[in-house]
């Protein structure tokens, strides 16, 4: 029965799917990365598949450029989904990320997702989804579809695996109501095994060129990627926009910058000013991380941290003091700027500065 119940689900498949655009001239409905204007991608196949049972192997592709680069991978998925008796196709066309992330989804309008009661996904049911998916830390991914549910009752209807019950408090909010399976569905497909496999063929065909558009996208990850496989000559040729990164982009992004600042411009000083300009613009770990690095760090940087004592806390202060006292030199613009601070009335940690210069009379 259950291999009939299948075999009517594929003939119900067959001639519904619209066929795939030869170029890709517009991002996913649904996609978490920037597109540009102009992107005109092409489908290229790959020796990536995803395994549905009883669909076998669904193929997943490249999506590439003008000059042959992968920007994508996607998959156009037909997969079952069964919960309290009742089998339903689930379309949808998932996108990956040159890392193997989630990049975002296509949904068939001719063929809407449906929750219980065949009830189709509103626009706001497709955005929960999007955001479930776009979440790797989801607890969907350490629990088995029977953890999901309260007091689960496990039943056979028809030859089919059934499971009812409600849906538990740790996921309710994070899934579309009355759509549980469907979520589970789509969240492992999109975060199983091909990730790994995705990633590790990019690797394989990685240049200097997609490393560069790594760089200078928005995407964090991508970011990070980049920065880990940069050589030093690489980091000092696009030093203004790994310093816009650093200014705009995540705090791990920034700390792994931070980090890496004294060894990567070590024989370009001049090179640093950006990340030092921006001190009072990043994140508190940030700027202690570069606070870390200051007595390695260019003699003007000082000047430029004396600018900036009202972006840090009382402990940063006192570490940059610190690295004053034993720089043993006090430059007339900075003993100006220390005091102007030590002076103000608005400046809650004045009396460090102002004790600081006592000191050092």
Not at 214 to 228: I, K, R, T, V
Not at 267 to 290: C, H, I, M, T, Y
């Amino acid at each position: 029965m259950r291999t009939l119940l299948f075999l009517v689900l594929v003939g119900l498949l067959s001639g519904t799917r619209p066929i795939p655009k030869e170029v890709m001239d517009s991002p996913p409905e649904y996609f978490v990365l920037e597109w540009k204007e102009g992107t005109r991608l092409h489908h290229e196949p790959t020796d990536f598949f995803i395994e549905i049972d009883s669909f076998g192997r669904q193929e997943v592709l490249a999506l590439v450029d003008e000059k042959k680069a992968p920007i994508l991978y996607t998959a156009d998925i037909a997969t079952p989904v069964c919960a309290d008796g009742e089998c339903k196709l689930m379309n949808i066309k998932f996108y990956w990320t040159l890392l193997g992330e989630y990049a975002g989804f296509d949904r068939y309008p001719m063929m809407p997702l449906t929750k219980h009661d065949h009830d189709v996904f509103e626009e706001e049911d497709y955005q929960k989804l999007h955001r479930l998916l776009n979440d790797d830390k989801s607890p969907l991914g350490r629990r088995t579809i029977d953890q999901l549910v309260e007091k689960p009752t496990m039943r056979t209807v028809n030859g089919v695996d059934a499971i009812s019950g409600a849906t538990i408090t740790q996921v309710k909010e994070a899934v579309v109501s009355g759509a549980l399976y469907s979520c589970y569905t789509a969240w492992h497909l999109v975060h199983g095994e091909i990730q790994a496999q995705l990633k590790a063929n990019t690797i394989s065909v990685l240049n200097k060129q997609m490393l560069v558009a790594m760089l200078y996208s928005s995407n964090d990850e991508y970011q990070l990627f980049a920065l880990e496989k940069f050589s030093v000559p690489q980091y000092q040729e696009h030093y203004e926009q790994i310093a816009l990164a650093f200014k705009t982009s995540t705090p791990l992004v920034r700390s792994i910058i931070a980090k890496r600042l004294i060894s990567k411009y070590n024989d370009a000083p001049e090179l640093q000013r950006p990340f030092w300009q921006a001190f009072d613009k990043v994140d508190s770990g940030s700027r202690s991380l570069l606070l870390k690095a200051v007595n390695n760090a260019p003699n003007y940087v000082f000047d430029i941290l004396s600018q900036q004592l009202g972006s840090m806390s009382k402990n940063q202060l006192k570490t940059f003091l610190g690295h004053l006292f034993d720089k043993g030199k006090m430059s007339a613009e900075i003993r100006n700027n220390l005091l102007e601070f030590a002076n103000s009335k608005n400046e809650t940690y004045s009396y460090l500065v102002m004790g600081f210069l006592e000191e050092s009379k």
